[in-house]
């Protein structure tokens, strides 16, 4: 198969190209390193000559409703839009855990990417995950205020990123299938205890403090909304497991 991959050089796209590609298929990365803007859809036309399936990762740094409404808005646009002339067979899209539950700032741009690829005119698949291990990092390094990193009061159900890139890959080389179960973790997580490992990885020293987040979005991270439903699927690697895998590939 020949499978596009929107997003590849992010922290899931990253996995899902060498999953695509150890499976035997061709992986193509849809990215301005690439010469494809996603958001302007300028490449797009060349870059999905051929293609059989595209699985969609693309990111954006925002809290803002707006501007993640605008990113995931014209990105998905773009790509259905470019598919269905290309005679692309299969979209495949990585949303979140609850997103429909907490409608707000980044998560609002995701709720219109499923609406869109769910109307749209390529045959879909959309696979909702949890929050990656990665996400930790993230945090630390976007929360980081000289010695303060300030950290969302949050509970979270981790899943690898190696394994959402496996699940996504595999689902792209079957039929369009809808809905499928959502995919989580082994563990329950409370962020705050997930970046103070993660800053002791990295060898960051300060204080870090845990800030309920108000309003709706708030409540949402801390009632378990983004927790795994019954009936999902649960993932292997706990945070722990993954942790400590950085360890040993930080001393070897």
Not at 67 to 80: K, Q, Y
Not at 90 to 112: C, E, M, N, Q
Not at 164 to 182: F, H, K, N
């Amino acid at each position: 198969m020949k499978i596009a991959v929107a997003g590849g050089t992010g922290t899931v796209g990253r996995h899902v190209v060498d999953v695509v590609r150890e499976r035997g298929h061709h992986a193509v990365v849809l990215s301005r390193s690439t010469g494809v803007d996603l958001v302007a859809g300028a490449g797009l036309a060349e870059a999905l000559a051929g293609i059989d399936a595209v699985i969609d990762v693309s990111s954006t740094q925002t809290l803002s409703d707006a501007e993640s409404r605008a990113f995931f808005g014209a990105v998905t646009r773009h790509l259905l839009d470019a598919e269905a002339a290309a005679g692309v067979g299969h979209h495949v899209a990585l949303s979140i855990v609850g997103v429909d539950l907490a409608p707000y700032g980044y998560y609002a741009g995701k709720v219109l990417q499923e609406q869109l690829v769910e109307a749209g005119p390529v045959p879909w698949t959309i696979l909702r995950a949890a929050q990656f291990h990665e996400f930790s990092s993230q945090l630390l390094q976007r929360m980081r205020f000289g010695p303060l990193v300030v950290v969302p009061r949050m509970q979270s159900q981790p899943v690898a990123a190696r394994e959402v890139a496996e699940r996504l890959v595999e689902l792209a080389e079957g039929s369009p299938a809808g809905r499928v179960r959502d995919l989580a973790g082994p563990r329950v997580e409370r962020m705050h205890d997930m970046v103070r490992r993660s800053a002791a990885i990295a060898g960051v020293r300060g204080l870090i403090v845990e800030v309920p987040i108000p309003g709706a979005y708030g409540k949402a991270m801390r009632d378990g909304t983004m927790l795994a439903r019954p009936g999902a699927d649960i993932g292997r690697q706990s945070f722990d497991e993954w942790v400590d895998a950085a360890q040993a590939r930080t001393a070897a």
